[in-house]
């Protein structure tokens, strides 16, 4: 699917952020395990959290679909599926199935459609194996798999670096509360997007389950049990950003709502982030409000580790700014979807940015862009950034693999045309 964006000369409006993915799969994932049903309510129906649904209703649960809910009967105890389990391409989904699947009765494989040398799994099985869990990375008919032999975790102690993927320890904390034994968890290298562990949490506390999160240790006692809870899914400030950044970037009077400031999203940064760049906004109950003049930004400096996901957002908002702009520590985004650092650095660069692609990060001075066409390298946070960075570009941007939103966003182009963006093609509603 192809859409082509050409320059709008502001925004206006209100629109509702979507719910959010992280929390509507950990969601998911913790009623599946829980003793009977729980209500998740206004969830985000998406390619990824699709994903975790086949994925938890193969290890037994069960799902009823309202129109605004999503009920989900807990496995009353986990069965090792006959056949495959399809993750899609959802890293989360295949991290945090994998410790699931190990206990399981029997062995279990789980498919992945991305690459796994993209999205490495390695770490992982070897804190499980220090665990007492066999499992291996190969391949079922040409797709990437892992191999779990189920039968339970024993416990124990594990080691596992913080800094390659916060998805492992999120993993670790959902299945090791079902441990024979208490599980700690020793993080050899600081950890990264500890917000999203931090979230983990706090789904874990609704249902009844401990764990101890300190700065280097991860203390979760074994044999505990689920408990099915009721939870309302919260807006996400992670697909939110890139209508914030549109919106700071032209003449715009824009408010986004279902966004809650207090909640547990570290890419809430981005109000942060936007304010340091010159933007004006107002945070309110329930609401992000931004009214942006047109003029140029201020270049920022960022540390990114525990913000990787604004990333390609920030990128954009870089290029519009006044002067250079560094962003490091951000070395991870080369394992996501795509290289985001190289896809950034080549995709903006077509547009006529100013970009030095470093080790962990971009240095960007802000340059006049103008339209191009896009390989979105079949990630939906660069299809995003993308098509900000065309709000502002002279002439038309085509970007190709426009689709991929549908992972995370699947009505971001249908929301910024509400604004007034000028988007056509496709099914910017799907």
């Known amino acids: 699917m192809e859409v082509t964006i050409k320059k709008t000369s502001g925004l206006c409006g209100e629109v509702a952020a979507p719910?959010?993915?992280?929390?509507?799969?950990?969601?998911?994932?913790?009623?599946?395990?829980?003793?009977?049903?729980?209500?998740?309510?206004?969830?985000?129906?998406?390619?990824?959290?699709?994903?975790?649904?086949?994925?938890?209703?193969?290890?037994?649960?069960?799902?009823?679909?309202?129109?605004k809910d999503w009920v989900i009967q807990g496995a009353q105890s986990l069965r090792a599926p006959i056949e495959p389990v399809d993750c899609g391409e959802s890293g989360a989904t295949l991290r945090f199935m994998i410790p699931i699947a190990a206990l399981a009765e029997g062995a279990s494989t789980l498919l992945f459609r991305g690459s796994l040398m993209r999205r490495p799994v390695e770490p992982l099985l070897a804190a499980l194996g220090e665990l007492g869990v066999e499992a291996q990375v190969g391949k079922h008919e040409g797709l990437d798999a892992v191999f779990v032999e189920g039968g339970g975790i024993a416990g124990g102690k594990a080691f596992i670096a913080g800094d390659i993927s916060s998805q492992f320890i999120s993993g670790l904390m959902f299945a090791c509360p079902l441990a024979r034994a208490e599980t700690e968890i020793t993080l050899t290298k600081s950890l990264e997007s500890k917000d999203y562990v931090e979230m983990t949490q706090a789904v874990l506390s609704k249902h009844a389950v401990i764990v101890e999160v300190s700065d280097d240790h991860i203390r979760i006692p074994g044999n505990q049990v689920y408990k099915a809870v009721d939870s309302r899914v919260p807006g996400d400030f992670s697909s939110a950003a890139f209508l914030l950044a549109a919106s700071a970037i032209g003449r715009a009077q824009v408010t986004v709502n279902n966004l809650d400031y207090e909640g547990v999203q570290g890419d809430k940064a981005i109000f942060e982030v936007l304010k340091r760049m010159g933007v004006e906004g107002r945070v309110g109950l329930g609401r992000v409000e931004i009214q942006s003049r047109g003029?140029?930004?201020?270049?920022?400096?960022?540390?990114?580790?525990?913000?990787?996901?604004?990333?390609?957002?920030?990128?954009?908002?870089?290029?519009?700014?006044?002067?250079?702009?560094?962003?490091?520590?951000?070395?991870?985004?080369?394992?996501?979807?795509?290289?985001?650092?190289?896809?950034?650095?080549?995709?903006?660069?077509?547009?006529?940015?100013?970009?030095?692609?470093?080790?962990?990060?971009?240095?960007?001075?802000?340059a006049p862009l103008h339209g191009a066409v896009i390989d979105a390298h079949n990630d939906h946070r660069i299809a995003m950034a993308a098509c900000v960075a065309a709000l502002g570009a002279e002439g038309e941007t085509l970007i190709q693999q426009a689709e991929c939103i549908r992972k995370s966003y699947p009505q971001f182009y249908l929301h910024l045309k509400q604004l007034g963006a000028d988007i056509v093609g496709g099914k910017l509603d799907r």
């Open 295 to 366: 003029g140029p930004l201020k270049a920022i400096d960022i540390d990114a580790r525990n913000i990787p996901d604004l990333v390609p957002v920030i990128a954009v908002l870089a290029c519009y700014a006044e002067g250079t702009s560094h962003i490091w520590g951000a070395k991870r985004l080369r394992l996501k979807e795509s290289d985001r650092l190289q896809a950034i650095y080549v995709e903006l660069g077509k547009m006529g940015a100013e970009i030095q692609l470093t080790q962990d990060g971009l240095n960007i001075t802000g």
């Open 19 to 67: 719910a959010s993915k992280s929390y509507t799969q950990r969601m998911i994932i913790a009623a599946a395990l829980s003793q009977g049903n729980s209500k998740v309510w206004s969830p985000l129906l998406s390619q990824d959290t699709q994903a975790s649904l086949r994925a938890v209703t193969a290890f037994g649960a069960e799902v009823e679909f309202g129109e």
